[in-house]
């Protein structure tokens, strides 16, 4: 499976990340990738998620796209919704709902 991260453009530049370093081994490995400042990312995610057969990992619902047919498929079914606790990083092990499939049987969709 691949990993991409899209983040706005304007991240890039120092004052705006809290791990500038990360960012640029990020970049630099071809897992990070920037959408122009002027753009919006969520649009990006989703339209490669929809191309590609991604997983979206974020915490927003993209409520504004809902309505879109492109991503009607990708937004109700393929949206994992994490949850921080410290340090930690956790995703749900019923990530659409407790009628919906297991952690594991989502992420091989």
Request: charged share 30%; proline share 6%; glycine share 6%.
């Amino acid at each position: 499976r691949e990993i991409i991260v899209f983040v706005p453009e304007k991240r890039a530049k120092l004052g705006n990340s809290t791990n500038q370093d990360l960012m640029k081994e990020l970049y630099s490995t071809g897992y990070l990738h920037y959408t122009p400042s002027m753009s919006y990312d969520d649009n990006f995610i989703l339209k490669y998620a929809a191309s590609y057969g991604g997983i979206v990992v974020s915490r927003d619902k993209f409520r504004e796209f809902a309505s879109k047919e492109e991503y009607k498929e990708v937004i109700p079914n393929r949206l994992l919704q994490p949850t921080f606790v410290k340090d930690d990083l956790l995703f749900p092990e019923d990530p659409l709902g407790r009628n919906g499939p297991t952690l594991d049987t989502f992420l091989k969709f």
